[in-house]
C-alpha cells in the first residue's frame, strides 16, 4: 500500500522561512506533487517533482529525493495569507493515482 | 472557462437514500478523479476516469459508482448511503500531473 507522513501543524512568522517535510513509502511511484488548501477550499496546485532536485516558483520551492523517498516544500517569506494546510500527494500507477498526505497545516503569526 | 463545476454544494441524506453528485469539466481534460476528504485529513480517492467509457477504481471504491459517457461529465452516485459516508466530495481534472479541483459537496448522512 501507500503512505506519506508529514507533520500534523507548523507554526511560523510573517517574513520567515518555514519547510515542510514528506515522507513516503509506494509502489510505483512516478513523482511528488503538493497541494495548498484553505479552510473551507478546494486543493490548489502548488507543485510537481518527478526528478531528485529542487524546483522553484516565486516563494515555494519543492525538493525530491527519490533514493530517499523523502521530499519538502520551502516556503519564503511567509505572508498571513499562506496560513493553510499543504498536502503532499504521491502520484503512481502510472500516473493515474494520486494519495494524499494527512496535510500540514500552516499558521503565520504576525 | 468555468473549470471544474460540482452540484448540489450542500446536500443532507438519510440513511438508505441514493443520490448522484454531479461533475462537470470545460477543459477537454481527459482525467477525472473523484475524492473524499474527512475532517482534519487528506483526501482519498474513489474513483478515476482516463477518458470517456474507462473508470477504474481508487483507494476507497465501495459504496460508489461513476460512469463516464462524455468526456465533460463524470457523476458519482452513491447507492445506499450510509453516516460513514459522510465527507466532502471534491472532483478533479487533469491533462498533466496539475489536478484542478471542483468547489467540493458536503455530504451529510442521518
Known amino acids: 500500500g501507500q503512505s506519506l507522513e508529514q507533520p500534523s501543524e507548523v507554526t511560523a512568522v510573517e517574513g520567515a522561512i518555514v519547510q515542510i517535510n514528506c515522507t513516503y513509502q509506494?509502489?510505483?511511484?512516478?513523482?511528488l506533487s503538493w497541494y495548498q488548501q484553505h479552510d473551507g477550499g478546494a486543493p490548489t496546485f502548488l507543485s510537481y517533482?518527478?526528478?531528485?532536485g529542487l524546483e522553484e516558483t516565486g516563494r515555494f520551492s519543492s525538493f525530491l529525493s527519490r533514493s530517499d523517498s523523502y521530499g519538502y516544500l520551502l516556503l519564503q517569506e511567509l505572508q498571513m495569507k499562506d496560513s493553510a494546510s499543504y498536502f503532499c500527494?504521491?502520484?503512481?500507477?502510472?500516473?493515474?493515482?494520486?494519495?494524499f498526505g494527512g496535510g500540514t497545516r500552516l499558521m503565520v503569526k504576525p | 472557462n468555468a473549470g471544474v463545476t460540482q452540484t448540489p454544494k450542500f446536500q443532507v441524506l438519510k440513511t438508505g437514500q441514493s443520490m448522484t453528485l454531479q461533475c462537470a469539466q470545460d477543459?477537454?481534460?481527459?482525467?477525472m478523479s473523484w475524492y473524499r476528504q474527512d475532517p482534519g485529513m487528506g483526501l482519498r480517492l474513489i474513483h478515476y476516469?482516463?477518458?470517456?467509457?474507462?473508470?477504474d477504481q481508487g483507494e476507497v471504491p465501495n459504496g460508489y459508482n461513476v460512469s463516464r459517457s462524455t468526456t465533460e461529465d463524470f457523476p458519482l452516485r452513491l447507492l445506499s448511503a450510509a453516516p460513514s459516508q459522510t465527507s466532502v466530495y471534491f472532483c478533479?481534472?487533469?491533462?498533466?500531473?496539475?489536478?484542478?479541483f471542483g468547489p467540493g459537496t458536503r455530504l451529510t448522512v442521518l
Open positions: 478533479a481534472s487533469s491533462y498533466s500531473r496539475e489536478q484542478f
Open positions: 509506494t509502489s510505483g511511484f512516478y513523482g
Open positions: 517533482n518527478a526528478l531528485d
Open positions: 500527494a504521491v502520484l503512481n500507477n502510472a500516473g493515474n493515482m494520486l494519495t
Open positions: 477543459m477537454n481534460h481527459e482525467y
Open positions: 476516469s482516463v477518458g470517456a467509457g474507462i473508470t
